[in-house]
Nanobody, 124 residues
Framework: QVQLVESGGGLVQAGGSLRLSCAAS????????MGWFRQAPGKEREFVAA????????YYGDSVKGRFTISRDNAKNTLYLQMNSLNLEDTAVYYC?????????????????WGQGTQVTVSS
């Protein structure tokens, strides 16, 4: 099994920055992808970013390209999401996830393990 614990969410003003962390444990991640999704009230869960654990290839949703950066620390089994230039539309619960397939997929139901989520609220 895989355990994922997110942290770093909070309240930030528009234009500000936050850094989310996701500590992973329970299995090896060498062949997996890890990523972030978000879900705003009344909306479907949306793909934000993903990274291949080996090689570090990254993928981003269109709404966050150029503003968010995903990274990982292999030694610490920790995933990060640096979020800059935040706007009101970024307000959501952010979830860390693991996909055990060999390709990166952007639909949430394809991912296998999920954290409990961390709230990000952007104020004007």
């Amino acid at each position: 099994q895989v355990q994922l614990v997110e942290s770093g969410g909070g309240l930030v003003q528009a234009g500000g920055s936050l850094r989310l962390s996701c500590a992973a444990s329970g299995r090896t991640f060498s062949r997996y992808s890890m990523g972030w999704f978000r879900q705003a009230p009344g909306k479907e869960r949306e793909f934000v970013a993903a990274i291949r654990w080996i090689g570090g290839t990254t993928y981003y949703g269109d709404s966050v390209k150029g503003r968010f950066t995903i990274s990982r620390d292999n030694a610490k089994n920790t995933l990060y999401l640096q979020m800059n230039s935040l706007n009101l539309e970024d307000t959501a619960v952010y979830y860390c996830a693991v996909d055990t397939s060999t390709v990166v997929r952007t639909t949430s139901h394809d991912w296998d393990y999920w954290g409990q989520g961390t709230q990000v609220t952007v104020s004007s």
